[in-house]
Nanobody, 124 residues
């Protein structure tokens, strides 16, 4: 069982940066691939970024590539999402997810555990 708690959301202006963090419980964090997803009002939950058990394998949605960076610290059981050059269309609830596999996935059904989400609002 893995418990995930996100933090770092908030209200920012377009062009600003924000760093989301996800703290995971469990002693086997390093064996889980981790992902970030987001859900805007009235829309389906969408993939944002994912990282494998080490930080050598990462995937990004085209809409965030070059602006967002996912990273993990296995010693601290955390995964982060650095978001730069934020746009109004980045406004959403952001969810951290864990997959019981060392390889990352890019679909929500690939993940086994989810956090409660943190709101990110970008004003234009």
């Amino acid at each position: 069982q893995v418990r995930l708690v996100e933090s770092g959301g908030g209200l920012v202006q377009a062009g600003d940066s924000l760093r989301l963090s996800c703290a995971a419980s469990g002693r086997t964090f390093s064996s889980y691939a981790m992902g970030w997803f987001r859900q805007a009002p009235g829309k389906e939950r969408a993939f944002v970024a994912a990282i494998g058990w080490s930080d050598s394998t990462t995937y990004y949605a085209d809409s965030v590539k070059g602006r967002f960076t996912i990273s993990r610290d296995n010693a601290k059981n955390t995964v982060a999402l650095q978001m730069n050059s934020l746009k109004s269309e980045d406004t959403a609830v952001y969810y951290c997810a864990a997959r019981n596999d060392i390889a990352p996935g890019i679909t929500s059904r690939a993940y086994d555990y989810w956090g409660q989400g943190t709101q990110v609002t970008v004003s234009s």
